[in-house]
C-alpha cells in the first residue's frame, strides 16, 4: 500500500513521464472532416461555445474531487471500504 503522502508524488511522477514519451511521438492523423460533428457557432467572442463551455461542469466536479481527497478530512466516505486505494 502506498502512503497517503507519497501517492501525490508518484501519480506527478506518472504524468510527467507519460508527457517525455508524448513528446517525442508522432502526432496522430486525422482527416479534416473528423470535426464537422461539432458544434460551430460562436457566442460572447469564444469559437464553438457549445463545445467549449460543455466541458465546465467536467472541470467543476473534477476539482471538487481534488479539493475532497487533498484536504485534510474535511469529508467522508459513506462506505470504509472506499478509503482503501488512497489511504
Excluded at 508527457?19 to 457557432?41: E, G, M, S, T, V
Aim: aromatic letters at 12%; charged letters at 15%.
Amino acid at each position: 500500500m502506498i502512503p497517503r503522502s507519497e501517492a501525490p508524488f508518484r501519480l506527478l511522477a506518472v504524468a510527467i513521464v507519460i508527457a517525455i514519451i508524448a513528446l517525442f511521438l508522432p502526432p496522430i492523423p486525422q482527416p479534416l472532416a473528423y470535426h464537422n460533428f461539432a458544434d460551430q457557432r460562436g457566442w460572447l467572442g469564444i469559437p464553438k461555445f457549445g463545445e467549449v463551455v460543455s466541458n465546465v461542469p467536467f472541470a467543476i466536479v473534477g476539482l471538487w474531487g481534488l479539493i475532497f481527497l487533498f484536504a485534510p478530512r474535511t469529508g467522508t466516505f459513506s462506505d470504509p471500504r472506499e478509503r482503501c486505494s488512497i489511504s
